[in-house]
């Protein structure tokens, strides 16, 4: 059979605190609309809103976006009144960025009732995304039951971490009971940030050791990447490991959670949400969850300082320990909201990062604005790269890809 002439592929790349969307013609890759609801159900001193862009044409929106439901709808809403200005602008096919697909999932699907039930046992695997996730699809199926869904798996990208870091020292037979292991995230972002900065140095990826920071206003993390592969990840088996986040610890004492169910007689599900939800940047600074705020409150909120030192160690022990594991780094790559904006943060991580051969130029950090920058200095034997992540790229990119495959078959 022959493939249609292009597909409008609408792009859903949620966040625990965001809602991103790309219409992207495919397979064209031309970005028709784009957007993002940010701040959603989250406690913040700055107001929840929805920038949104047609064709470059850019506004925003102040909206109360108490959670994804209603981000979504209120999206949809956008894209209809596009549509309506432009019938170029109509939606051919529904992709999800979803967080853990578990064990069932490999790679990327289209979106059956069967799938749907298959992914409602999937919720507790990152309680954080994955229910909101869901809680869409769900949404897309019953409001808009002719458009076909895909489901992207984050976690594909980091099926080739070796066992030597993917184990937890547990009993063995419980961790192959349950599959317990490593499975990381991000994936998504980490792949195409990994290419991106390859194409920008004009080598190949199987040449290169690369660590990326994703700092991103809800989720973080850290990879290692060697010779195109993902050989380690700062998250786990659910997102919770690793980076302090914005509501989410990220590594902690396990003993202190068990003295702490002890004494507040807490469950595992009321410990689970505490470090899940009233956690990380909030936990510590309470105001808010965001560094941003944190940032700006620093030498006026005593707090703040203390965050975001936190905030900043976190990702330099993955640098190090990265750095260890490839026996130096060819190229750091920051990416997302907090790794490419703001410059203060890459300052900081890159602080005192000689002995890994990382060299900032600090008048380049300061000056970056847009695109692929190389920011690091003189003299330094690792590229230090700020790198704008494209997730919705990616995604749209492999939905396209099944459907392709869908449609001839």
Request: aromatic share 8%; hydrophobic share 40%.
């Amino acid at each position: 059979m022959k493939s249609k002439a292009g597909r409008n592929i609408l792009v859903f790349n949620c966040g625990s605190s965001s809602l991103k969307y790309r219409l992207i013609r495919m397979p064209q890759e031309d970005e028709l609309v784009c957007g993002e609801a940010q701040r959603v159900g989250i406690k913040t001193q700055g107001k929840s809103s929805i920038c949104h862009s047609v064709r470059g044409v850019e506004r925003t929106i102040q909206v109360d976006l108490p959670d994804h439901a209603v981000a979504l709808r209120r999206i949809m809403e956008l894209l209809k009144e596009d549509c309506r200005k432009d019938k170029r602008l109509s939606i051919d096919v529904f992709a999800h960025r979803y967080v853990h697909g578990g064990n069932v999932f490999s790679r990327t699907v289209q979106v059956t009732p069967k799938v749907r039930e298959q992914l409602s046992c999937t919720l507790d695997l990152a309680p954080l995304h994955n229910p909101v996730i869901y809680g869409l699809i769900e949404l897309c199926a019953a409001e808009f039951p002719r458009i076909k869904q895909y489901a992207v798996f984050d976690t594909s990208f980091h099926s080739t971490i070796p066992k030597e870091f993917s184990s937890y020292a547990i009993p063995a037979k419980l961790a192959a009971r349950y599959d317990l292991h490593k499975v990381g995230f991000h994936g998504i972002s980490h792949n195409y940030v990994m290419q991106e900065a390859a194409r920008f140095l004009k080598r190949d990826c199987r040449d290169l050791k690369m660590i990326s920071c994703h700092l991103g206003t809800g989720g973080s993390s850290v990879c290692a990447i060697d010779g195109g592969k993902s050989v380690n990840n700062s998250m786990g088996f659910t997102p919770l490991e690793g980076l302090m986040m914005n509501t989410r610890s990220g590594d902690l004492d396990l003993g202190v959670i068990f003295y702490i169910m002890a004494l507040e007689n807490f469950s595992g599900q009321q410990a689970e949400e505490m470090l899940i939800k009233r956690s990380g940047i909030l936990g510590v600074y309470d105001s808010s969850s965001d560094l941003r705020d944190v940032v700006k409150s620093i030498g006026v909120q005593p707090r703040a300082k203390i965050v975001f030192d936190m905030y900043v160690r976190g990702i330099r022990k993955y640098v190090g320990y990265y750095s260890l594991i490839l026996q130096k780094a060819d190229v750091l790559i920051f990416t997302d909201s907090m790794g490419a904006g703001m410059p203060l943060v890459r300052s900081k991580v890159c602080e005192s990062m000689d002995i890994f051969g990382i060299k900032l130029d600090t008048a380049k950090n300061s000056s970056y604005k847009e695109g692929i920058m190389e920011i690091s200095a003189a003299g330094s034997q690792a590229h230090v790269l700020v790198v704008p992540t494209n997730e919705e790229i990616m995604i749209a990119r492999q939905a396209h890809k099944e459907s392709e495959r869908d449609h001839c078959r």
